[in-house]
Structures are given as C-alpha cells and as structure tokens.
C-alpha cells in the first residue's frame, strides 16, 4: 500500500514563484493536514480538510491556499512564494474518529525559497 | 484552539536505562486523542502510542507506555531499556477530529 504520497520531494523556488504541492492518499480517509516543520517549533498546522469539497484554516494559514476536489487529494499552493516559506512541508491523513484514528504521513517536502 | 507543550528540548538517555519525556496540552475538549510520534534523521513520522481521553487505563506498547493524567491535561512518555534505534525526534501530538496539533518536540539522544 502507498499510504500518503506527496510530490514532490525537494523544491527550489525563487522568490515570487508559485508552484502546488500534492498529497495523494489511498485509505479512504476523511481528513487531511498540511503542516509545515520548522526547527524548534514542531509541527504547525496550514490548511486542513473534514471531506471532500471542504477546507478550513489551521495556525499558520497565510500565503498558502489549498483545495480538495477528489477525497484521495488535497493541494497546498503557494501563490507568490516568500524565504519565511522555506520549511519541510508534511501531509497527513486520517480516520478522524474511532479506534483506527491516527494520522498517517507522507514523506515531507523540503522547500527553499531563494 | 489547542496548544501543546514540551518542556524539554533535548534529553539523553545511556542505553538500557528509562527515560521519560513530558507532554502538557491545553483544550476545553472533553473527547480528544493524544499521540507520541518518533521523527528519526529520515524524516518520516512513526507513530509510537495512541491514547484515547474517554479510556482511563494508560497505552503501552511493548517498552513504551505513557501516564495519561486527564484532569492535570499532561501526557508523558516513558520509554523502557532505551535502545540506540530510539534516537529521534519525539512529538507529542493533540487530536480532536478536525484538527491535530504538535508540541515543539524533544530531541531524544540514546548513548552506548
């Protein structure tokens, strides 16, 4: 089973740039995170979606859009990329509920904004 | 909106011996999930342990185990016979259905 993929895996960008970043998941999940990881600070939460056609904003939502058109995909975009943007970008999934709740992860994207 | 705290940046352990790592969290949630997730040089995020709010009993798996204590809202991480393998990142992790969030991690460094 692929679990979580995300594409792509490194990326430079220059400043202003834009470019998408995809999670693809394949266990029927309900919910799905964007999080960025930065050092010293964990884990922060971008964008999040409960279903398909929904999203909602998490701690640190700004300059960043997103969108769930298929329930397996969720697409962090980044319009006019910044250097505060360069970070480890992690897709998550999850059940939301019941005994199998856990959040299952992609395999990051390093991005750097030059 | 809930936060998370982890109180100790840095730890190290000499291998075989017990360490535990502290998790306070803040919510006025009543039905809730807490997580720990090891985060190795890989990058790849492991799930280590699972521990439902509405269960009383504490989550173990195999050398680790945590103490759940609800109405103080801390969550810590006891890892048992440390091993060389469990050097990593450790998260602590709040989930209600439509949102997770992190501490900001301990760096877990187990020594020969």
């Known amino acids: 089973n692929a679990g979580v993929t995300q594409t792509p895996k490194f990326r430079v960008l220059k400043t202003g740039q834009s470019m998408t970043l995809l999670c693809a998941q394949d266990?029927?999940?309900?919910?799905m995170y964007w999080y960025r990881q930065d050092p010293g600070m964990g884990l922060r939460l971008i964008h999040y979606?409960?279903?398909?056609?929904?999203?909602a904003k998490g701690e640190v939502p700004d300059g960043y859009n997103v969108s769930r058109l298929k329930k397996q995909n969720f697409l962090l975009g980044l319009e006019s990329a910044a250097p505060s943007q360069t970070s480890v970008y992690f897709c998550a999934s999850s059940y939301g509920r019941g005994q199998r709740t856990e959040a299952f992860f992609g395999q990051g994207t390093r991005l750097t904004v030059v | 909106a809930q936060t998370v705290t982890q109180s100790q940046p840095e730890m190290s352990v000499q291998e075989a011996e017990t360490v535990t790592l502290s998790c306070t969290y803040d919510t006025s949630e009543n039905n809730y999930y807490l997580f720990w997730y090891k985060q190795p040089p890989s990058r790849q995020m492991i799930l280590v342990i699972r521990q439902e709010a509405y269960k009383q009993q504490n989550a173990t798996e195999n050398r680790f185990s945590v103490n759940f204590q609800k109405a103080a809202k801390s969550f810590s991480l006891k890892i048992s016979d440390s091993q060389l393998g469990d050097t990593a990142m450790y998260f602590c992790a709040f989930m209600k259905p439509n949102d997770m969030r992190f501490g900001a991690g301990t760096r877990l460094t187990v020594k020969p």
């Open positions: 266990m029927n999940h309900e919910y």
């Open positions: 979606s409960v279903g398909e056609g929904t999203t």
